[in-house]
Each structure stands twice: as C-alpha cells, then as structure tokens.
C-alpha cells in the first residue's frame, strides 16, 4: 500500500523567506510526528500529533517553526524567516501505534 | 536528559563477518527500543523493535537485537555481513510507549568490504 508522501522532495530557498513543507502520511494512522536530521544535530524531534488532541511541540527549535495537521490527515510544517542553520532534511512519520514509518523527507537548502 | 549512544560512528567490516552495532539508552526505565536502517538518499526503515516480552528480536534482512535491560543496551547482530547491508544504522528510544516521539542515536555508518 501507500507509504507517507512528503513534498517537495528538495527545496532551495534564500535566507528570510518563508517556506512550507508537505506530509501526506499512511491512510489511518492516526500519529503524526516530524523530525529533522542535519550532519551537526543528527535526528532530532519537531513536533507530533495525535488525533484531535493538541500537539507535542516541546521539539520545535524556535517560534520561527509552526506546523498544522488538518483533518487529521495531512500536515504542513511552515519555517519562517528561514535562516542557514534550518538546512537539514525534514522527515515525516505516522504510525497507529508503533512502530513509526518514516517518508522520504525534504531536503531543505537555504542560501 | 534521556540519551541514546551508539558507539562508533563507521563500522567497517569484510563481507561475511559478523555485523555489531552498539546501542545503549540512558534511563532506567525501559524504554521501547527500535533500531532503523537509512540507505543513500532514501528514508528511515524499520528494522526491528523491542516493546515487551521475548528480548531477543529478530527484524528483516537476518538481523537481530538483544534487549539486556541491566547493561541498558540493545546491540544489532548480524552473522554474516552483505554488500547489500552497507548504510547507516539508528537506534531509537519511545518513553512514551507507543505513541512516543522517538529519541534517536546519532547513527552508525556501516561499511562492508567484498
């Protein structure tokens, strides 16, 4: 079956710029979690939903990031006045339980 | 802060030797344990997973893990290493039983020489 879509697959942008970032996570699960994983911080947690409950966001690096999960299907994490340290890739999970099942993430480049 | 540690960032061995990856977590509490495999360009797959019960796990492509909860370790084994096996490893913690965010190692890249 489907797996969790992520899009777009790279973005480049420049320094200041709002970007948004897409997941379309496994129909039915009812989790969903972001992470981003840079070459200095390795994997590291965003923020996660479950359900219709307000989301964990205790791993949101600043207020510059925000994310929004609609209709409890697919997300949006937004960055903005990205800066050069948000280059990383941004991964997408859901799961209905565990284990979590990753997308293939965005690569996020800002110049 | 809970914490996991994989020991060695590059592991190299000769195809057909014995794949050891190093996994150990911070707390006391036992943690439900995952261990994820990332090829080039590609996104995380799962592995294999402890939650409770039998502590040897066995997980896709031959490997297994070994929760050991007084040495707080949960080391990936495989017998005999593939070409195919060449990527990086993660190994990744829930606290939050099965709906926790995951708290990962910093990963271990894996090379196999023929």
């Known amino acids: 079956g489907a797996g969790v879509s992520q899009s777009p697959s790279n973005k480049v942008t420049e320094k200041g710029k709002d970007v948004e970032l897409r997941c379309d996570p496994i129909?039915?699960?009812?989790?969903l979690y972001w992470y981003r994983q840079s070459l200095g911080q390795g994997l590291e947690f965003l923020i996660y939903?479950?359900?219709?409950?307000?989301?964990?966001k205790s791993g949101l690096p600043s207020d510059r990031f925000s994310a929004e999960r609609t209709g409890g299907s697919v997300s949006t994490l937004t960055i903005q006045r990205t800066q050069q340290e948000d280059s990383a890739v941004y991964l997408c999970a859901s799961s209905s339980g565990d284990p979590q099942y990753f997308g293939p993430g965005t690569r996020l480049t800002v110049l | 802060a809970q914490s996991v540690t994989q020991l060695g960032s590059h592991v190299s061995v000769s195809e057909g030797a014995l794949v050891l990856l190093r996994c150990n977590y911070s707390s006391s509490v036992p943690p439900y344990l995952f261990w994820y495999v990332q090829y080039p360009n590609q996104g995380l797959q799962l592995l294999l997973k402890?939650?409770?019960?039998?502590?040897l796990v066995k997980g896709i492509n031959g490997f297994e893990a070994e929760f050991k909860k007084s040495e707080t370790s949960f080391h990936l084994t495989k017998p005999s290493a593939h070409m195919s096996d060449a990527a990086e490893y993660f190994c990744?913690?829930?606290?939050?039983?099965?709906?926790?965010?995951?708290?990962f190692g910093k990963g271990t890249k894996l090379s196999v020489k023929p």
């Open positions: 939903f479950q359900g219709n409950s307000a989301p964990d």
């Open positions: 402890y939650t409770t019960g039998a502590t």
């Open positions: 990744a913690v829930s606290y939050g039983g099965s709906q926790g965010n995951l708290i």
């Open positions: 129909s039915g699960h009812t989790a």
